[in-house]
């Protein structure tokens, strides 16, 4: 009952677009610039608060919402880029990545969506980041390898979220043309004081120079954490110790372009 109310309150919240939408980018770690801004939606329930991002996005799947949940953020996206865009030049382009669902690489209509909605906005394919959850692809990998690859060809980079996390992770690095792999956060927690964890994060670096991908370590919490990683030779980082979320809302007020301010 509990689910099937939440079912309804998050058609309803949809209808009228009030989730609260966050920015959280990720970092060079060598040079301290972005590499690109991730783009996410939270629930906030009048009564139960926030939602959790797993419960959230439970529901929208056993409701079928996912694709409509997608196209709002893809849209949002977008429409973040396209204030960027009006303040900076092309030598400065700014890449906005979001979380797409499985069911948006089900059908060859729905890619072609992305990429014509990608056009129609006026936005270089290689501004838009699209990140798949690497225990959804466990569950369909087989059909959605044509799909990855039709992005690909368009222009648009591509992130498997979440490695380490699920299974058969290894064959994802040799058969998906990912251009980033972000290392499960539980990972990045343990590594000050696991040598196991440091030494799958370091063999991890070594594999992605001979398969043409680059490693992002995310969920860095403190300054150990971040000094590990460097020291394992990660370059990419994202976490509330390089830098907290801020709102859509917050951005789109801005007459200017993000700008790294340095780690205290």
């Given at each position: 009952l509990e689910e099937l109310a939440l079912e309804n309150e998050?058609?309803?919240?949809?209808?009228?677009?009030?989730?609260?939408c966050q920015v959280q980018s990720?970092?060079?770690?060598?040079?301290?610039?972005?590499?690109?801004?991730?783009?996410?939606?939270?629930?906030?329930?009048?009564?139960?608060?926030?939602?959790?991002?797993?419960?959230?996005?439970?529901?929208?799947?056993?409701?079928?919402?996912?694709?409509?949940?997608?196209?709002?953020?893809?849209?949002?996206?977008?429409?973040?880029?396209?204030?960027?865009?009006?303040?900076?030049?092309p030598s400065s382009q700014q890449k906005i990545a979001i979380n797409l669902s499985i069911n948006h690489l089900s059908q060859n209509k729905f890619v072609n969506q992305i990429i014509e909605l990608v056009k129609n906005a006026q936005i270089e394919p290689s501004s838009l980041v699209l990140e798949f959850d690497e225990n959804e692809l466990n569950k369909r990998a087989q059909f959605v390898l044509p799909a990855i690859k039709?992005?690909?060809?368009?222009?648009?980079?591509?992130?498997?979220?979440?490695?380490?996390?699920?299974?058969?992770?290894?064959?994802?690095?040799?058969?998906?043309?990912?251009?980033?792999?972000k290392i499960d956060h539980r990972f990045v927690k343990s590594?000050?004081?696991?040598?196991?964890?440091?030494?799958?994060?370091?063999?991890?670096?070594?594999?992605?120079g001979q398969l043409d991908f680059k490693l992002i370590a995310e969920g860095i919490e403190d300054e150990e954490q971040y000094n590990s990683l460097v020291a394992a030779g990660c370059v990419y980082g994202q976490g509330h110790y390089l830098e907290s979320p801020v709102s859509k809302e917050e951005i789109l007020s801005k007459r200017s372009l993000p700008s790294r301010k340095k780690i205290s």
């Open positions: 998050l058609r309803k919240t949809l209808k009228v677009g009030e989730f609260d990720v970092i060079n770690l060598t040079d301290n610039e972005y590499l690109y801004h991730e783009f996410f939606v939270r629930w906030q329930h009048p009564t139960h608060g926030r939602i959790k991002r797993e419960q959230f996005w439970k529901v929208a799947q056993n409701s079928g919402l996912t694709l409509e949940i997608d196209n709002y953020t893809i849209s949002l996206a977008l429409e973040v880029l396209q204030h960027w865009q009006g303040l900076g030049s039709k992005l690909k060809r368009a222009g648009v980079l591509l992130v498997l979220d979440n490695f380490g996390s699920g299974l058969a992770s290894l064959s994802y690095l040799y058969s998906y043309p990912f251009d980033y792999v590594i000050t004081r696991s040598k196991r964890n440091y030494n799958l994060i370091r063999s991890v670096l070594a594999i992605s």
